[in-house]
């Protein structure tokens, strides 16, 4: 008995060995490209393609920052950037909710079929609505303004909608019935009963939608063409010329511009786990 014990004891020990080596592993693979981001913006731009790659720089260059953020109007890149991220990130926060407790707890006629479509518009690639949508907004007179790049945030994303969707299927309606027993409307309901619960729902949604604001490269390239307009994402090709790449630089405005995701992930990291984990309830 006891020998089984001790063997069942020395497995246990040998499997959480084991998986930590398997999470430092994959820790060192994901870390390594922003490891060699950091350490390369203080290298000089000779020196990030030595032979043999050295990881470590042999002077370090503490310049290339301010050098990098005097080379472009880098500040105001990012203050776009961050108006364009902001105005998104309402308009996702507004409009998911409403969109997923309507499908989720309001007992209407089609619900089911639209929550089906909705999740068949995750498989459309986003090349086939590109050039009809520039059409449409070209057409309107809205190419070299915001309002492509932010429009959309106020009409719901299908994979936002499914995770607020599944986080309130897992809200027990008789919460929902006890309120509506008790007087309340149906935007009481939402407002004061739902939409409370749903805070790391709304938390992960939150930080998927700054991400794609925030990086998004694809929609600025299409819909701004004025420099004074760009984002941080288009003014980062500033670096590159017809011939050289200002590696060094580049990689330092690169890591001021990823700071942002680090903090807002660093400050939501538990809600956003938690409405990760909470959004796979059963329907």
Known sequence: ?????????????????????LVAVLMAIFISPFLVMVLTSFKT???????????????????????ALSAIPYFRYMGNTILITVISVIGHLLVTPMIAYSLSKIKWKGANIISGLVMATMMIPITVTMIPMYKIYSAIGWTNTYIPLILPAFFGKAF???????????????????????????????????????????????IYAFLDAWSDYLAPLIYITKPEMYTLSLGLQQYMSEYTVDWSRLMAAAVVFVLP??????????????????SGLKS
């Open 160 to 206: 936002n909608i499914v995770i607020v969707r599944q986080f309130f299927n897992g809200v027990p309606n008789s919460l929902i019935e006890a309120a509506k027993i008790d007087g309340a409307n149906e935007w009481q309901r939402y407002s004061r009963i739902a939409l409370p619960l749903c805070k790391p729902a709304l938390t992960t949604v939150g």
């Open 45 to 67: 731009n000779s020196d990030a393609f030595t032979i043999p790659v050295q990881l470590l720089p042999r002077k370090w260059v503490f310049e290339n920052y301010p050098a």
């Open 1 to 21: 008995m006891e020998n089984r014990i001790r063997l069942s004891i020395a497995k246990r020990k040998i499997g959480s060995i084991l998986f930590g080596l």
């Open 261 to 278: 995701v680090i903090v807002c992930f660093s400050i939501f990291q538990k809600n956003f786990v938690q409405g990760i984990a909470t």
